[in-house]
C-alpha cells in the first residue's frame, strides 16, 4: 500500500493546436478521476497536467502501488427460498453462491436481514483491492477515450499487420509510480521511461526519465522542453513583453488571448524575435494587416500607446539560434508578401464603389427558402426605414435607410472575400473612401454589433437602427421556416441576436414596442412561400432570452419573473421596473401584499367569463370592503399616476398602504356570497384591487 507520484505521459506526432489546451486538462483530469474510483488514488490529490506539441502527460501525487480492499454486500435471495425447513441449504442458494465463487462453507455465515419485504439471504465479502496495474490500464484506456477529438486518424503499428486509431500517432508512452516502471501498453506501445525531448535542440535522445518527479525537469534541461502548458504560456507573454519594450517606447504586442494560447500549442521552448515590414504597407487599413499577420503567420502586431499599428511584429519561434537573423529574414519575407496581396486587395475594391456592388447582391444566396442578399438587403432596408421614422423622423430615415442598402455590399469586395472577419469593418473603409457621410460609414461597420457578450453596441443612432433591423429581420426570416434553436443547437447564432435586440432596446431605452415592432418586421415577408408568420413564439423567445440575461446580471429569479412575467413591451422600462421591485420587496408590507395579491389572482382564475375590473359602491355591504374601497380611491390613482410618469417605485411604494384594509376584507367578507349580485360586485372589487396592484410588476410572483 505504498504511496508514491505517478507520471504518465503519451509521445505523439504534432497534436492539432487549438485543442491543446483542453486534449491536456481532460487527459490529466480524466486519468486521475478514473484512477480515483478504483481506490488507488485519495481524495484531493494534487494533479498536474502537461500539454505541448508532442505530448500528454500528467503527474499525480500519493498513488498507491494496491488499492485497500473494499467490503462487499450481495442480496442473495429470501430465507425461505435459500434455505429449506431443516435450514439447509437449497440447490438456489448453492448455484447463486458458486456464481460469486463461494461454497458450501460460506452458508453459515451468510447474514439474514429484513430487506422490507421478507427476510433476506446476504452474502458480505472483501473485493480484493486493485493493483496499480490493472487500475493505470484502464484509467489509460479512458483518458485517451475522453479526449475531446473530433476525428480520429487510422495508421499501422511497426509490425505491419496492426492499426490502432487515435488524433495523431503515437511513438512512446512513460508509465512511473515513483521510479518503477508501471507495465501497461496502448495504441501498440508497452510502458517504459524513455521520453523524447525537443525535435533540434534536445541534449540527449531519448530521455530517461528516472523517476515521476523527475520529469519536468529532466524535459527542461535534457530535452530543452517545457512541458507544461501554463507555464509555456507564462513564458511566451513575459517574452513578448521584453520585446516589445526593446522595439521601442511605449509599444506593446496586440492582446488576443486565443492567439497566445494557439502559439502556446504550437512551440515546446519558445523564443521571441522582432520581425519588421516596409513602413509604406502601413497605408492599407490596420484591421488587415493584423488579421494577417494573426491568422495566416500567427504573429504578434506591435501597436503604439494609441493602438495603432507600427511596422514590427514579434514571432514565437520554436528554436533558439546564436544568431537569429536568417530566422528573422525568413519570417521577414513570408509576411512581405501576405501583406502587400492585402494591399493590394485594398487598392483594388476602391476602384469600384459601394453603391455599384448593390446590384451584384442579387446573385448572392443568402437562404435557398429566404431568397438572396438582395431580396434580404431590400427587406432590411425597409425596416430599418421603419424603425427611424419611429424614432427620429425624416431626419433619420434618410442615413439608416442608405446605411441598410449599403451594408452588406463588402462581401463582394475582394478583401472581405479573404478575409470573411472583416465584413462591415471595410464597408466603413470603402463608404469613407466614396465619401459618405460618417454617420453612414460607421453604421455600416456597426449594424454587425453587438458580435458577442460584452460586445459594444453601436456608436450612433444610425448603426442602432440599421443593426435593429438587420437582426430583426434574421430572427423573423429563420423563426418563420422553422429554424429555431433546440437545446445546445443554434446554427444561425439566434440566441445572440435575440440579446443584442434586447441589449440595444434596454440600453438605448428606444421608445420601440415589442409587439408592434415584430409585427412590421413579419410584414415584410408576405408572400415568401413556406414561410410562416409566428410572431407570439418569437416574442416568446426573446422574453426567455430577456430572463436569463437579467439573472446573470445578479437580479433574483422571483424579481425577475415578477417584471417579466407581465411582458413590459418598452424594454428600455425593464431596470427601472426591477428597481422597483427590489425597493418595494424591502418594505415590511411587501410579503403580505404579495401573499394576498396570490390570493387574489387565484380567485379571479376560477371566475368564469370576462370579468371587467368595476364594481358599483352602493352594493359595499360589509365594513371591511368598504374601508378597502376607500383606500383604491385614495391610493389606486395616485399609484397610476406615477406609473405614467414612470415613475415606477413611487408606483409600488403608493401600494403598501393598502395591506391594512386588504388584510381586514379578508378576514371579514365572504367573497363567494350566496347572492349573484353580491358576489359579483366583490369579485369586480378585487379585479379594480389586481390591476392596480400589478401594472408595474405581478407581486404575487414574489410570494415564497
Excluded at 533558439?320 to 483594388?348: M, W, Y
Aim: hydrophobic share 50%.
Amino acid at each position: 500500500m505504498t504511496a508514491k507520484n505517478l507520471l504518465v505521459e503519451l509521445i505523439v506526432e504534432e497534436l492539432p493546436p487549438k485543442a491543446l489546451k483542453k486534449l491536456g486538462e481532460t487527459f490529466a483530469a480524466t486519468l486521475a478521476d478514473s484512477l480515483s474510483q478504483a481506490g488507488l488514488v485519495p481524495a484531493g490529490a494534487a494533479v498536474t497536467a502537461y500539454a505541448s506539441p508532442r505530448r500528454l502527460a500528467a503527474h499525480i501525487a500519493g498513488v498507491l502501488a494496491v488499492a485497500a480492499d473494499k467490503p462487499v454486500v450481495q442480496k442473495l435471495m429470501p430465507v425461505a427460498v435459500g434455505l429449506d425447513a431443516g435450514g439447509n441449504a437449497t440447490p438456489a442458494l448453492l448455484k447463486k453462491l458458486a456464481a460469486l465463487g463461494a461454497d458450501a462453507s460460506a452458508v453459515a455465515g451468510l447474514r439474514r436481514e429484513n430487506d422490507g419485504k421478507a427476510d433476506t439471504l446476504f452474502y458480505d465479502s472483501l473485493a480484493k483491492g486493485a493493483t496499480l496495474a490493472e487500475g493505470l490500464q484502464k484509467a489509460i484506456e479512458a483518458a485517451l477515450a475522453a479526449l475531446p477529438i473530433p476525428k480520429v486518424m487510422s495508421y499501422q503499428l511497426a509490425d505491419g499487420w496492426s492499426s490502432v486509431h487515435f488524433v495523431r500517432p503515437a511513438h512512446a508512452l512513460v508509465a512511473l509510480h515513483g521510479s518503477d516502471v508501471v507495465p501497461v501498453s496502448v495504441l501498440g506501445l508497452q510502458a517504459g521511461r524513455q521520453s523524447h525531448g525537443h525535435r533540434f535542440e534536445a541534449a540527449v535522445d531519448p530521455l530517461v526519465i528516472a523517476e515521476a518527479d523527475a520529469y519536468a525537469a529532466t524535459l527542461r534541461d535534457d530535452g530543452a522542453v517545457i512541458a507544461s502548458f501554463a507555464e509555456r504560456r507564462a513564458e511566451i507573454a513575459r517574452q513578448l513583453a521584453a520585446a516589445a519594450a526593446q522595439a521601442g517606447t511605449d509599444l506593446l504586442p496586440i492582446e488576443d488571448e486565443a492567439l497566445l494560447d494557439e502559439v502556446t500549442a504550437l512551440v515546446e521552448r519558445p523564443n521571441v524575435l522582432i520581425g519588421r515590414f516596409e513602413q509604406e504597407l502601413l497605408a492599407v487599413p490596420q484591421e488587415c494587416l493584423i488579421l494577417t499577420m494573426k491568422a495566416n503567420q500567427k504573429y504578434f502586431p506591435l501597436l503604439d500607446a494609441a493602438g495603432k499599428l507600427t511596422n514590427q511584429f514579434l514571432v514565437v519561434s520554436n528554436i533558439t539560434p546564436a544568431d537569429p537573423s536568417a530566422v528573422i529574414g525568413g519570417n521577414e519575407r513570408v509576411v512581405r508578401p501576405r501583406l502587400a496581396d492585402a494591399k493590394f486587395f485594398f487598392d483594388q475594391d476602391r476602384k469600384k464603389s459601394l453603391e455599384s456592388r448593390i446590384a451584384g447582391l442579387a446573385k448572392v444566396v443568402y437562404h435557398n427558402k429566404l431568397g438572396t442578399q438582395g431580396e434580404r438587403m431590400q427587406r432590411v432596408a425597409a425596416i430599418a426605414r421603419a424603425i427611424a421614422e419611429a424614432l427620429g423622423g425624416g431626419a433619420l430615415v434618410q442615413p439608416a435607410e442608405q446605411a441598410a442598402v449599403l451594408a452588406k455590399a463588402d462581401l463582394l469586395t475582394d478583401m472581405v472575400g479573404e478575409f470573411p472577419e472583416l465584413q462591415g469593418i471595410m464597408g466603413r473603409y470603402y463608404a469613407q473612401h466614396d465619401g459618405l457621410d460618417a454617420d453612414v460609414a460607421d453604421a455600416i461597420e456597426d449594424h454587425y454589433r453587438p458580435r458577442f457578450a460584452g460586445d459594444s453596441l453601436p456608436r450612433g443612432r444610425v448603426g442602432t437602427v440599421v443593426a435593429l433591423a438587420d437582426k430583426l429581420e434574421t430572427l423573423v426570416g429563420l423563426f418563420g421556416i422553422g429554424q429555431v434553436p433546440t437545446g445546445d443547437r443554434d446554427p444561425f447564432a439566434l440566441r445572440r441576436h435575440a440579446l443584442g435586440v434586447i441589449r440595444m432596446l434596454i440600453e438605448g431605452d428606444l421608445n420601440l414596442p415589442l409587439d408592434s415592432l415584430l409585427a412590421g418586421v413579419f410584414a415584410q415577408f408576405t408572400g415568401i412561400a413556406g414561410f410562416e408568420p409566428n410572431p407570439a413564439a418569437l416574442a416568446d423567445f426573446i422574453y426567455e432570452r430577456l430572463a436569463g440575461n437579467l439573472r446573470e446580471q445578479g437580479y433574483t429569479a422571483q424579481e425577475v419573473d415578477a417584471v417579466v412575467s407581465q411582458r413590459p413591451q418598452r424594454l428600455g422600462d425593464i431596470p427601472k421596473r426591477l428597481a422597483a421591485v427590489r425597493a418595494f420587496s424591502a418594505l415590511p408590507e411587501a410579503a403580505a401584499l404579495a401573499a394576498a395579491n396570490k390570493r387574489v389572482g387565484n380567485i379571479l382564475k376560477k371566475v368564469e367569463g370576462e370579468l371587467e375590473a368595476s364594481f358599483d359602491s352602493a352594493l359595499l355591504l360589509e365594513a371591511a370592503e368598504m374601508a378597502l374601497h376607500r383606500a383604491l380611491v385614495e391610493v389606486a390613482p395616485r399609484a397610476d399616476a406615477a406609473f405614467l410618469t414612470g415613475d415606477y417605485s413611487e408606483s409600488l411604494l403608493t401600494l403598501a398602504a393598502l395591506r391594512a384594509p386588504v388584510d381586514a376584507f379578508f378576514d371579514g367578507v365572504m367573497v363567494n356570497a350566496d347572492d349573484p349580485a353580491l358576489r359579483a360586485n366583490r369579485l369586480g372589487l378585487l379585479a379594480r384591487l389586481h390591476a392596480a396592484m400589478n401594472r408595474v410588476a405581478d407581486l404575487s410572483r414574489l410570494s415564497a
